[in-house]
């Protein structure tokens, strides 16, 4: 209501004053933003096969022997998308749009429908990159995200509720930046906050500048009620932030992320009294994790991180932005608030390994083998029924049609050897797969049921 007012105030000055140039440009502007975008943003629609007993864990048929439940059902997603790269088909989107999905489908402005393969997934994030094979494609740039200030115009593009109603232009304002805590205080998040209308199925769309930039990508709405509809309060992630995952979701397969190795908390008024501290800002170290890049350089508990590589640190969900999007193996520095002064450490930041990674697309030629692996932790050796004596890393997810599934590798298998390197991590595991990436066949050693045997995996099948 407050914006309807802002802009009907604004038209009626400049009509009283006679300035309809005025008004035409600002209407001109917003019509062309939208002719460049509309082609470039896409519906995408995903499949999915929903078994019963994982929604229902409880659920049995012979409880009820007399009735025929069905085991299985479709369910259907909608979302939107952003061609980022014409030539090779790239779409960018959100991750819980496609997730799961066992059927990818693009629609485009012109009608045409064609199914995509998925190039990577981020869930930290909430990012994925789809790639299509089409030609006469449309693309947006990448704006820079670092320059959007609080208060300027933007539009939103994508498929609010429905396909039929695909390309729909929103205009808004940005009303906050580095918005955190939104999903979960478990994925990266660095939300740019509007007021443009984003409603479901604008997820994964564009969020665009006035020169037509795409600088941000429409994610998360907050409704504050039961209701799903939009009020005003939309999220999207970062451009910037988008170009680092994009790179890596496309070079790599994954996310590279580095780590510190801090627990930290934010800082309020009371422990701010207590340290004798004259800011808020900053992430408080409660503790250090063993071996880790920080307690290598020597930080401490009680340490309050201030500054990284030159950033001021706002909060600790800003210091676990920017530590992850610096290159492991750089060494950063870092200063820190003890004991009234202030102290500059330099850590070499290491890969952080420990979060699950998709190193499949759903290409045949993917070099990264159709699978996911993860490091052997006590919970997954429970959940895949593992020895304590199991070395490697455990295939949790097998992409359909990928080289894995037609070499007869597994979920639950377990990885131990690579050509005839041993694997002990996903870290070695990820370099062992790119150092056989020139290779027609790999031998992987892999244990079943306490059984080891090797598989020739052919990337040329």
């Given at each position: ?8 105030i ?12 005025i ?25 999915k ?24 059902y ?19 989107t ?88 939104i ?6 998040e ?36 039961v ?31 580095a ?21 808020l ?19 401490k508990?009680g ?18 932005n ?8 750089t ?84 990885i ?34 306490g ?8 990337q040329?099948?």
């Amino acid at each position: 209501m407050r914006k309807e007012l802002s802009i009907s105030i604004f038209v009626f000055f400049a009509l009283a004053f006679g300035q309809h140039s005025i008004v035409d440009q600002f209407s001109q502007a917003f019509a062309d933003v939208a002719e460049k975008a509309n082609p470039a943003v896409v519906t995408i629609k995903a499949e999915k096969t929903i078994q019963m007993d994982q929604v229902h864990p409880q659920f049995d048929q012979n409880m009820f022997p007399f009735f025929q439940f069905p085991k299985e059902y479709n369910s259907n997603a909608l979302g939107s998308g952003v061609i980022v790269d014409k030539d090779k088909g790239y779409i960018l989107t959100n991750n819980h749009v496609v997730e799961n999905a066992d059927e990818i489908k693009i629609v485009l402005m012109d009608k045409r429908e064609i199914e995509a393969e998925i190039i990577g997934t981020d869930p930290k994030s909430d990012l994925a990159i789809l790639k299509i094979d089409a030609k006469n494609l449309s693309e947006l740039e990448l704006g820079n995200s670092d320059n959007v200030r609080v208060g300027e115009w933007v539009l939103a593009v994508g498929s609010p509720f429905s396909s039929n109603l695909s390309h729909t232009v929103t205009a808004g304002i940005v009303s906050a930046l580095g918005r955190s805590n939104i999903i979960s205080n478990q994925h990266y998040e660095d939300f740019i906050q509007t007021d443009a209308a984003i409603n479901p199925g604008n997820s994964g769309g564009a969020l665009l500048n006035m020169k037509g930039e795409l600088i941000g990508i429409n994610t998360a709405i907050a409704t504050g009620g039961v209701e799903r509809a939009n009020r005003g309060v939309g999220f999207a992630i970062p451009s910037n932030m988008i170009k680092k995952v994009m790179d890596d979701l496309i070079n790599h397969g994954y996310v590279v992320r580095a780590w510190l190795g801090v627990y930290i908390q934010p800082i309020d008024q009371k422990m701010a009294k207590v340290l004798d501290l004259d800011f808020l800002d900053g992430a408080l170290v409660n503790d250090i994790v063993k071996d880790s890049p920080a307690e290598k350089a020597g930080i401490k508990k009680g340490d309050v991180i201030i500054e990284f590589e030159g950033e001021k640190v706002k909060d600790p969900s800003h210091l676990k932005n920017v530590v992850s999007v610096t290159r492991p193996e750089t060494k950063s520095n870092v200063v820190v608030y003890r004991d009234g002064k202030k102290k500059t450490i330099f850590v070499t930041l290491e890969e952080l390994e420990n979060e699950p990674q998709v190193f499949a697309a759903r290409s045949s030629n993917d070099q990264n083998y159709g699978m996911q692996v993860q490091d052997i932790s006590p919970s997954i050796a429970d959940h895949y029924n593992l020895n304590n004596t199991d070395n490697g890393v455990v295939v949790t997810e097998i992409i359909p049609g990928g080289h894995a599934d037609k070499s007869g590798i597994m979920v639950g298998d377990v990885i131990s050897r690579i050509g005839k390197k041993d694997v002990t991590s996903v870290r070695e595991f990820r370099q062992l797969i790119k150092s056989s990436e020139k290779d027609d066949t790999v031998l992987f050693l892999v244990k079943r049921d306490g059984i080891s045997r090797f598989y020739a995996v052919d990337q040329n099948d």
